[in-house]
């Protein structure tokens, strides 16, 4: 009976930990789309001095790579130091993954980020990322008095 329960516990486990990873890309993910949209005039900028798209999706990918391969390996140490003091039965092979699978997940969220970031045009570093009003008068007045 015990080990029915422990199969149920492990199962539930991993369905936890694969929701914690599903909800770590979203965050990943829209904080690296976070940092393209204000990077837009910077990107527009490569673009015009000859960079081709596939350099564009490289560089994002490879900042958002190496950014998870930090957290991953901080990670790693943080779980190795508090096996130790707690004296845990871990595998040291599941603490070697951690690295692996913290890039991997920074790479598979940051994909989508990388190719909108592609897709700008040179023209974006002329113009603003939020076009401001054009008008004379106060706002919400559209006519306006011809005497």
Known sequence: MSLVILAAVDRKS????????????????????????????????????????????AAVLGEVAVVGL??????????????????????????ALIPVVALGLAVL????????????????VVNPAVAGRTGGGPPGICLRWRG
């Open 14 to 57: 991993v369905l936890l930990l694969g929701l914690v990873l599903v909800v770590t890309a979203g965050f990943l993910g829209n904080a690296t789309l976070a940092s393209v949209r204000t990077r837009r005039s910077e990107i527009g900028a490569l673009l015009c001095l000859g960079w081709g798209r596939g350099h564009i999706v």
């Open 109 to 124: 969220a940051g994909a989508v980020p990388a190719v909108l970031a592609a897709r700008g045009r040179p023209v974006d």
């Open 70 to 95: 930090a957290a991953g390996l901080v990670g790693a140490g943080v779980a190795a130091g508090l096996i130790a003091a707690f004296d845990l039965a871990v595998p040291a092979a599941r603490v």
